[in-house]
C-alpha cells in the first residue's frame, strides 16, 4: 500500500497535506512536523459490524455504574465518587510534580480490588520499587512492567487481564504501526486511541499519564481531552508542599472539583480540611490580609489574599500578581481609584494568594479590594472578619454563586463577620455566630471593614 505523508501540528493536531510556517488552527508558529501516515483497510477504518443496529433508548439496558473506591477520599471526591469501570482517565501535569507517586499510591490501594499492571515508560521496575518502598507501598497483586512498545503493552494486557491499568507515560509509549517519533501528535493520538479500545472493550479502568507542555496544554491536547472520560491536572507551585488534583472534564462526575495534597517525605498526604490549612499561617493584625471564601468545584475554601501597596520610586508603577488574574486586579485597582477614591497611580502594587493556590472567580473581587484597601491605609481588617462578591465597573457589589455555603464554611472556620453581596442575603441563612452584613457598593465595605 503506498504512503503518505502529513504534516501535524504538534500543539493541536491539526493536519495538512503540505507545510505551512504557521498553524492555521491554532496559529502555533513552525510546528507542522512531517509525518508519514499508513492507510488503514478495512474494519480498522470502522465498517459496520452486524452489532451495531439502531436501539431505542428506552430499550437499551441499564446497570447502576460500579464505582470502585480507593480510599484516598480526595482522589475518590475528583474521580466523581471512585473509578467507573471501563473509563479512561488523563492525569495531565508538570514533570515532577508528583504524578507517579500520586498513581502508585492509589493504584496500590486499587489493586486489592483485581489487580493492576503499572506500565512504567519512563523509569525502571527498580526505581518505582524503591519508591513504593519509601512510600511504605507494599501491594501483592501490583505488577510492573518497563515497555515503552504499546504492543509489548498490550500483549501483556492481554495476558495478565489486570483490574486496572497505568500508563506513565502517554508521551514515552509508542506504536510500530507509525514512523514518527514517541511523544508526537499522531503517536500520543494512536497510543491513547488503541488504549481506548481496551478500557472499553475489556471495562479495564486506565489512567494515562500526560505532561504538560510550558504553554500549559498536554502534548496533543486537543484529541487526547476529547477521547478520555475524566482528564485531571495535578498543580502545585514550586516550593509550595501543596498539590491540587483538579478534574477538568469528567463524564461521570461534576467537573471542578478538587482534591487537596500534602507533599511529604512518605508521599502525597491528604489535606481534608484546606482552609484550615491554607490559615494556618496567617498573620494576626497585619494590614493588607485578607480572607475570602472561593468555590472550588463543590467546595468552599477559605484562602488569604495579601496585598502590598508602596510608594514606587520609579515612573512607571510595578503591578506584580501571584495566583491571580493580572487584568482582573488592574481592573480593580481602577475601581478602587474611581469609585472609592483611593490614590493608587503612583505606587507599586503586590498581590499574592496564600498558599499557591490560583484563583479565577469573580467572588473574591471585594477581597481582593478589601486587602489592597488595608495596606494602601496600613490599617489591618478586623479579626476574624471575612468578605466576598462581584463588582463592577462602577463599584457596584452583584451576586454570586452558593453564598450559602460560602458563609457556612466562614462560620466553621470560627469566623463571626462576613460582608456579602446585599443581592445574595436573601438566599442565606445567617448560621449562628456569624453576622452577615450585606454590601451594595464596594465603597460601603471600606467604611465598616477596619
Ligand atoms: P513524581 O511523582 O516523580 O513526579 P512526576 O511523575 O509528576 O514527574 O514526583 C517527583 C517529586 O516528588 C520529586 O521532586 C520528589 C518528590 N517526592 C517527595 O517529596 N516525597 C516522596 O515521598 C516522593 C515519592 C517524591
Ligand atoms: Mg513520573
Known amino acids: 500500500m503506498k504512503k503518505r505523508t502529513l504534516f501535524t501540528c504538534q500543539q493541536c493536531g491539526c493536519q495538512s497535506p503540505k507545510w505551512l510556517g504557521r498553524c492555521p488552527d491554532c496559529g502555533q508558529w513552525n510546528s507542522l512536523v512531517e509525518e508519514s501516515v499508513t492507510p488503514q483497510r478495512g474494519a480498522a477504518r470502522g465498517t459496520a ?49 508528583g504524578k507517579s507517586t500520586l498513581l502508585l499510591q492509589a493504584i496500590s490501594r486499587l489493586s486489592e480490588q483485581g489487580g493492576a499492571l503499572y506500565v512504567t515508560a519512563e523509569e525502571s521496575t527498580r526505581q518505582v520499587r524503591m519508591r513504593a518502598d519509601r512510600l511504605g507501598v507494599r501491594a501483592e497483586n501490583l505488577y510492573l512492567l518497563a515497555e515503552t512498545s504499546l504492543e509489548a503493552v498490550l500483549e501483556q494486557v492481554r495476558a495478565l487481564k489486570p483490574g486496572f491499568l497505568v500508563i506513565d507515560s502517554i508521551q514515552t509509549i509508542f506504536t510500530a504501526a507509525l514512523d514518527s517519533a514517541p511523544g508526537s501528535v499522531s503517536q500520543v493520538r494512536e497510543c491513547a486511541g488503541r488504549l481506548m ?15 504538560v507542555t510550558k504553554d500549559g496544554a498536554i502534548a496533543g491536547p486537543r484529541m487526547l481531552e476529547h477521547m478520555v472520560d475524566t482528564v485531571l491536572y495535578f498543580e502545585g507551585e514550586p516550593g509550595h508542599p ?15 472539583e478538587i482534591g487537596v495534597f500534602q507533599m511529604k517525605d512518605s508521599g502525597l498526604a491528604e489535606v481534608g480540611n484546606p482552609s484550615e490549612l491554607f490559615l494556618s499561617e496567617r498573620p494576626e493584625g497585619a494590614a493588607g490580609s485578607a480572607v475570602v471564601p472561593a468555590m ?20 512607571t508603577p510595578r503591578r506584580t500578581t501571584m495566583g491571580i488574574d493580572h487584568n482582573r486586579v488592574s481592573l480593580l485597582v481602577a475601581v478602587l481609584e474611581k469609585k472609592v477614591g483611593l ?36 490599617r489591618p481588617i478586623a479579626a476574624r472578619t ?43 441563612t445567617a448560621p449562628a455566630g456569624l453576622q452577615l452584613i450585606g454590601v451594595k457598593s464596594a465603597g460601603e465595605v471600606m467604611d465598616g471593614i477596619f
Open 386 to 428: 471575612i468578605v466576598f462578591g462581584e463588582v463592577g465597573l462602577a463599584g457596584e457589589v452583584r451576586a454570586v454563586s452558593h453564598p450559602e455555603l460560602r458563609v457556612k464554611e466562614a462560620a466553621r472556620l470560627g469566623f463571626d463577620r462576613c460582608f456579602l453581596p446585599a443581592g445574595s442575603l436573601k438566599s442565606v
Open 296 to 315: 472550588e468545584g463543590s467546595r468552599p475554601i477559605l484562602v488569604e489574599l495579601q496585598a502590598l501597596v508602596s510608594g514606587s520610586s520609579f515612573g
Open 343 to 378: 490614590s493608587l497611580l503612583s505606587q507599586d502594587i503586590f498581590l499574592n494568594v496564600a498558599g499557591g493556590v490560583r484563583l479565577d472567580e469573580p467572588a473574591i473581587d471585594l477581597g481582593v479590594m478589601a486587602a489592597l484597601a488595608s495596606s494602601h491605609l496600613n
Open 197 to 211: 479500545q481496551v478500557a472499553k472493550g475489556d471495562a479495564i479502568p486506565t489512567f494515562l499519564v500526560g505532561h
Open 49 to 97: 459490524t452486524a452489532s451495531s443496529t439502531p436501539q431505542r433508548l428506552t430499550e437499551v439496558a441499564t446497570s447502576k455504574e460500579d464505582r470502585l473506591l480507593c480510599g484516598i477520599g480526595e482522589f475518590d471526591q475528583v474521580l466523581g465518587g471512585g473509578v467507573v469501570a471501563g473509563s479512561l482517565i488523563l492525569i495531565g501535569g508538570d514533570p515532577g510534580i
Open 242 to 256: 501543596y498539590r491540587i488534583l483538579r478534574a477538568v472534564k469528567n463524564r461521570f462526575g461534576s467537573t471542578n
